[in-house]
């Protein structure tokens, strides 16, 4: 009798998590996922298990965290390893605040460029344009803090 585990195939197994059969693909090519052994002349039978992992994955994802950090994170699903865990969290927190706080400048620095273009009358060059041409920094600098020059 076969194991009630492993009864989806790949394709039923993709519906069931809610992602394409590439995907799974892609993840087992990862080692984010197992990929069961093909009995002789059968297809592979993926479970219930596969599907939370893949879920777990897709979940991290959400929170910004790669697919190497996510490597990590499935090494401590068993849950006993808190302290790893919420040191690999403090981290993706971290990014994420920096990341907010570059994506605030930048869109202070647009702000502003947009209220100069509404503003604009005459036969002047577009503030937008202009700025862009004369070198408006919106990129990254040393130290990863946002250059903001305004028009």
Known sequence: MENARETLTIGAFARAAEVNVETIRFYQLKGLLPQPERPYGRIRRYG?????????????????FSLDEIAELLRLEDGAHCDEASRL?????????????????????????????????????????????????????????????TV
Do not use: W, Y
């Open 89 to 149: 969290a403090e981290l993706k927190l971290r990014d994420v605040r920096a990341k907010l706080a570059d994506l605030m400048r930048m869109e202070a620095v647009l702000s502003g460029l947009v209220r100069a273009c509404h503003a604009h009358t005459a036969n002047v060059s577009c503030p937008l344009i202009a700025s862009l041409q004369n070198g408006t920094k919106l990129g990254t600098a040393a130290g990863g803090e946002m250059e903001r020059n």
């Open 48 to 64: 219930q298990a596969d599907v939370a992992r893949v879920r777990f994955v897709k979940s991290a994802q959400r929170l910004g």
